[in-house]
């Protein structure tokens, strides 16, 4: 289900802080993700909304996790090509920080694509070019080395876990200053009524 734009509109006023308390209030404890954290310029400051595109890595196999696997049909190229505009990638780098999941050619073709913002609780490379890029970028930090010294990627587009959050594809997420909270596609458009007459308070 597609996220109505008035409801997007709503969840942009919201801060993270509230959207946790409602959801904890509905029995969801687990939403806010441990790791992602505003890292480039076009992120400190915003308030963020999209629904969830996946991405997952697994740790490295030298078989695998070669640079001739950046071009094979299973790659982040292929992954970031497949991505409508609007969404927020979300990637699940098992919170691994010692090799950037994406660098500035990468983010900057995120950007190109409409693609709201990316968040991962692994790192980026190539600070200086990712902050280039306009990108707003919600991660663990940085790292020099390529993602293949340390990850694989397998897949997008499937329940993963990102900062030790569930997220399935099509789930909401939102992310500001304190990071980035996840909304369970069902709940969205309950969280969002009871979110606004939350922040009336």
Do not use: H
Not at 6 to 25: D, F, G, M, P, S
Not at 39 to 60: D, H, I, Q, S, Y
Not at 64 to 73: C, D, E, F, G, I
């Amino acid at each position: 289900m597609a996220l109505d734009p008035a409801t997007k509109a709503k969840l942009e006023t919201i801060t993270t802080a509230t959207l946790t308390t409602v959801l904890l209030k509905k029995g969801l404890r687990n939403v806010w993700m441990r790791g992602p954290q505003p890292f480039t310029p076009a992120a400190r400051g915003k308030r963020l909304v999209g629904e969830a595109f996946t991405l997952r890595f697994v740790p490295a196999r030298e078989d695998l996790a070669t640079p001739a696997s950046w071009s094979s049909p299973i790659s982040t190229r292929a992954a970031i090509e497949a991505m409508p505009e609007g969404v927020i990638a979300v990637a699940d780098a098992m919170g691994l920080t010692d090799a950037g999941i994406f660098g500035d050619i990468l983010c900057a073709r995120l950007a190109k694509r409409g693609v709201t913002a990316l968040v991962t609780d692994g790192a980026v490379r190539d600070v200086a070019g990712v902050n280039g890029t306009g990108l707003p970028v919600w991660c663990a930090g940085g790292a020099a080395p390529p993602s293949v010294a340390s990850l694989t990627f397998v897949s997008w587009q499937e329940p993963i876990g990102c900062g030790g959050v569930a997220v399935f594809p099509g789930d909401v997420v939102v992310v500001d200053d304190d990071g980035a909270v996840l909304i369970p596609a069902a709940l969205v458009e309950a969280v969002t009524a009871e979110s606004v007459e939350q922040e009336k308070l």
